[in-house]
């Protein structure tokens, strides 16, 4: 089966407050030699693979450059990991190929080494197109930028664009949360992505928040019944403007969406490279999962790699937390064909349990998540971990 391939880029112009991912300013030089990490690790990769105890499939059938922020590295350098995947993988000529971008950060050269490198489908950080809540955040474009991006990016050929938008980013009101989904539906984009903000310790302003401060406007942040609000306005405002929403936080014209993001919900094989990155294979003992360290430190020390095997069990319960993201949901005839195992004899109870509480509805063999469960989607995966022995 085809891999999917993930290129981890943890550089930024700027830390946004909201950010709990592995990623930060550095200095150029350290742009540079982190360049030449990944190359190597991409060069590697087969007997990488092999002392992990799988194999790896040289045919590719997408790539996802993600951060951080790729638009900062030089044009040079990004060409350079593009020409290194190519030389150990075979991209079939239907692959989808996205780069994230922060709007402002698509200088023209960079939009010229994006089409050198084959480059198909870019991801926008928008968050917000009310220009005082992006710069709340520490968001350095403007609302004009965005536009500008947009139409240099169809000038040059690139159309599936993706929109990221936040529900719940400080100073957000209904109003102005409505302008955010007009101008994304006027945009005309083919895919969507929206998240609720997220708040945790691994943060700046989930930290304040936790701690009731007022750094990072955190005492602007719309309460969680607010942002459930814009939530589900933009379920409703993004479908009727024939977006479908095809996963919790994903919406998308018919026939866009994103290949890779399905591999990880699907669990295809995929294979990460950079800070941070995750990978899952299949070996002659099942499926396992190994990781680089989420210190960039470590990683260019050439820290060794996390392996995890995959049990029988855990592959169950990932099917599910995983395939519930997915509007369609589970088909619980097949999971039981595919793993061997009586997925309704395992989860009966707990089915029955959700679908009672308006969380699931059922549809056949098929389960999925219903607009309540999807609000409480965590809750819901919580009842699919730890579960009893399965056969």
């Given at each position: 089966?085809?891999?999917?391939?993930?290129?981890?880029?943890?550089?930024?112009?700027?830390?946004?407050?909201?950010?709990?991912?592995?990623?930060?300013?550095?200095?150029?030089?350290?742009?540079?030699?982190?360049?030449?990490?990944?190359?190597?690790?991409?060069?590697?990769?087969?007997?990488?693979?092999?002392?992990?105890?799988?194999?790896?499939?040289?045919?590719?059938?997408?790539?996802?450059?993600?951060?951080?922020?790729?638009?900062?590295?030089?044009?040079?350098?990004?060409?350079?990991?593009?020409?290194?995947?190519?030389?150990?993988?075979?991209?079939?000529?239907?692959?989808?190929?996205?780069?994230?971008?922060?709007?402002?950060?698509?200088?023209?050269?960079?939009?010229?080494?994006?089409?050198?490198?084959?480059?198909?489908?870019?991801?926008?950080?928008?968050?917000?197109?009310?220009?005082?809540?992006?710069?709340?955040?520490?968001?350095?474009?403007?609302?004009?930028?965005?536009?500008?991006?947009?139409?240099?990016?169809?000038?040059?050929?690139?159309?599936?664009?993706?929109?990221?938008?936040?529900?719940?980013?400080?100073?957000?009101?209904?109003?102005?949360?409505?302008?955010?989904?007009?101008?994304?539906?006027?945009?005309?984009?083919?895919?969507?992505?929206?998240?609720?903000?997220?708040?945790?310790?691994?943060?700046?302003?989930?930290?304040?928040?936790?701690?009731?401060?007022?750094?990072?406007?955190?005492?602007?942040?719309?309460?969680?019944?607010?942002?459930?609000?814009?939530?589900?306005?933009?379920?409703?405002?993004?479908?009727?403007?024939?977006?479908?929403?095809?996963?919790?936080?994903?919406?998308?014209?018919?026939?866009?969406?994103?290949?890779?993001?399905?591999?990880?919900?699907?669990?295809?094989?995929?294979?990460?490279?950079?800070?941070?990155?995750?990978?899952?294979?299949e070996g002659p003992g099942g499926a396992f999962r190994f990781s680089t360290p989420d210190s960039l430190e470590e990683f260019?020390?050439?820290?060794?790699?996390?392996?995890?095997?995959?049990?029988?069990?855990?592959?169950?319960?990932?099917?599910?937390?995983?395939?519930?993201?997915?509007?369609?949901?589970?088909?619980?005839?097949?999971?039981?064909?595919?793993?061997?195992?009586?997925?309704?004899?395992?989860?009966?109870?707990?089915?029955?349990?959700?679908?009672?509480?308006?969380?699931?509805?059922?549809?056949?063999?098929?389960?999925?998540?219903?607009?309540?469960?999807?609000?409480?989607?965590?809750?819901?995966?919580?009842?699919?971990?730890?579960?009893?022995?399965?056969?």
């Open positions: 089966m085809a891999v999917g391939i993930y290129i981890s880029i943890p550089f930024c112009r700027s830390k946004c407050s909201y950010c709990n991912f592995a990623s930060g300013v550095f200095a150029r030089e350290m742009v540079a030699g982190y360049v030449e990490r990944v190359c190597a690790d991409i060069r590697r990769v087969q007997p990488t693979a092999s002392a992990m105890g799988g194999m790896i499939e040289r045919k590719a059938n997408s790539i996802y450059l993600g951060g951080g922020t790729p638009t900062t590295l030089t044009p040079e350098q990004l060409e350079r990991i593009f020409a290194a995947l190519r030389q150990e993988f075979e991209l079939n000529s239907a692959a989808e190929i996205t780069v994230e971008c922060a709007p402002g950060s698509l200088a023209p050269a960079m939009l010229e080494a994006l089409l050198r490198a084959g480059v198909n489908r870019v991801s926008l950080g928008v968050q917000s197109f009310v220009d005082a809540e992006a710069a709340a955040v520490g968001r350095l474009h403007t609302r004009a930028a965005v536009l500008s991006d947009m139409a240099r990016l169809r000038a040059a050929g690139i159309t599936n664009i993706n929109i990221d938008l936040i529900a719940g980013l400080p100073h957000q009101t209904a109003a102005s949360w409505h302008t955010s989904l007009a101008e994304t539906i006027a945009a005309g984009v083919p895919h969507v992505s929206v998240y609720m903000l997220e708040v945790d310790e691994d943060s700046r302003l989930g930290r304040e928040l936790i701690a009731g401060g007022t750094r990072y406007h955190a005492h602007f942040v719309p309460d969680e019944d607010s942002t459930a609000d814009f939530y589900l306005e933009a379920c409703a405002r993004l479908s009727g403007a024939g977006i479908a929403q095809y996963e919790i936080s994903n919406f998308a014209r018919p026939g866009r969406e994103s290949k890779h993001n399905l591999k990880y919900w699907t669990r295809q094989p995929y294979v990460g490279f950079g800070l941070d990155a995750h990978s899952m294979l260019m020390a050439g820290a060794p790699l996390s392996r995890t095997p995959v049990s029988s069990r855990e592959a169950l319960e990932e099917t599910f937390f995983l395939g519930l993201r997915l509007t369609r949901g589970v088909d619980l005839k097949a999971v039981s064909a595919r793993l061997g195992v009586d997925a309704k004899g395992v989860f009966g109870e707990t089915l029955r349990d959700l679908e009672s509480s308006g969380m699931l509805e059922r549809e056949g063999d098929a389960v999925r998540l219903t607009p309540a469960g999807r609000l409480l989607s965590n809750e819901v995966f919580e009842r699919f971990v730890a579960l009893p022995s399965t056969p």
